[in-house]
């Protein structure tokens, strides 16, 4: 069998780079030996970290943020752009790439523009509307893939988000007394798992830190992630106990502790809380095109979710509406089997075969657009 080389590009945040490292780990499983996968990325991102811990190979390029309104960035933008452009192209000279896949972020639209008309473009779209880079890459991509309806991306296949396999086929009852020791939470309390992406978020940590003990009077364990860069302070002693961690290293474990996940709704949060099937209390981060309200949209329509806007989140909030989601257990166990009857299916192989029939369609004399 012919080997192919695939180059990966997502980086900047976890939303950008799961997706990418899910279907990496899907194309080992359809081909083994006979697939080489490169990913690239920038000094900025959490690729430097994931990536490597995956046991991938990272190329670093230049980063070129795009800038959200006028600024003097803009005149440096070309210059920074064509660089980007150039060590992309160096690395796919050097791996002998087959076919670049993109997955949004900054080292997406290089990678798009230094494909172009060389080797062709595979482009996942995780949200529910797409980014610019995207939007550029699929305009001469071989083959377009969307997480969901209405991408704004011309001719996508509907496919999902990837998920990985740990999370994908996670047993979490079975796993649950493990979970629960491993983060010294109380084996037997209704337990409330809170972060807030990659980074943290600030209003949902200042929300939920202060409700802790009103938390605890209800009986509720709590597992919080609030980011690297930011801090808590919780009361001690507290039981059940409230545990709080810069990051969460084993989600696989986190979802599998939890009986209610309070988090953002980006596009991999959501998937992946869809993919284990846990109800969840989603609190939109209130800037950019309102996409992350749109992400969670398809589980609040099945019951399995709801939303609070992220001006209304206080700990009196999180005490009236949250808390009860936790405690009736009625409630829950209705909100859980619709998520359950959600569950992911395998997308990180149905965009795998995606790469690699386009590859294969290259190789043959099909056109790379």
């Known amino acids: 069998m012919v080997t192919t080389s ?72 070309p210059g920074r752009m ?31 523009l230094a494909a172009r008309g060389r080797v062709p473009i595979v482009v996942h ?11 550029v890459g699929a305009r001469f991509a071989a083959a377009v893939a ?29 796993l649950r007394a493990q979970a629960r020791e491993f983060f010294g939470l109380d084996p037997d309390a209704p337990t409330l798992l809170v972060f807030g992406g990659s980074q943290g978020a600030q209003r949902i940590n200042d929300a939920v830190s202060g409700a802790a003990n009103e938390l605890a009077a209800h009986g509720i364990g709590v597992l919080h992630a609030y980011g690297r860069k930011n801090e808590v302070t919780v009361p001690g002693g507290l039981s059940p106990r409230y545990v709080a961690v810069p990051y969460l290293d084993r989600m696989d474990l986190a979802y599998a502790a939890a009986d209610l996940v309070l988090a953002r709704s980006g596009a991999m949060t959501v998937a992946e809380i869809g ?22 949209s398809g589980q609040v329509a099945a019951g399995s979710a709801v939303v609070i806007d992220d001006a209304d989140l206080t700990p009196t ?13 009625i409630v829950r166990d209705g909100m859980t089997a619709a998520a359950a009857g959600m569950a992911a299916h395998p997308v990180d192989e149905v965009l795998a075969r995606m790469v690699l029939d386009v590859a294969a369609a290259a190789r043959s004399g099909g056109n790379a657009r």
């Open 146 to 174: 969307a997480a969901v309806e209405g991408s704004g991306l011309s001719g996508a296949r509907v496919v999902g988000n990837p998920v990985r396999r740990s999370l994908s086929q996670l047993d979490r009852a079975a």
């Open 6 to 77: 695939v180059l990966l590009a997502g980086g900047g945040t976890a939303g950008h780079i799961e997706p990418a490292l899910a279907v990496a780990d899907a194309l080992v499983a359809l081909a083994g030996d006979d697939v080489v996968i490169t990913a690239l990325g920038t000094e900025r991102g959490l690729e430097t970290r994931l990536v490597p811990e995956r046991g991938y190979e990272l190329r670093l390029v230049p980063p070129v943020p795009l800038p959200r309104k006028p600024s003097g960035d803009l005149l440096t933008l």
């Open 82 to 112: 064509r660089s980007a452009i150039k060590a992309t192209r160096a690395v796919m000279d050097e791996r002998d790439v087959d076919v670049v896949v993109g997955f949004g972020g900054y080292v997406a639209l290089p990678a798009y």
């Open 275 to 296: 993919a284990v099937g846990l109800p969840a209390v989603y609190v939109p981060l209130p800037h950019g095109n309102g996409e992350q309200r749109l992400n969670a």
């Open 125 to 135: 779209e995780a949200n529910a509307r797409a980014g610019l880079a995207n939007k």
């Open 317 to 329: 909030v999180v005490v009236e509406k949250v808390v009860p989601l936790v405690i009736d257990g």
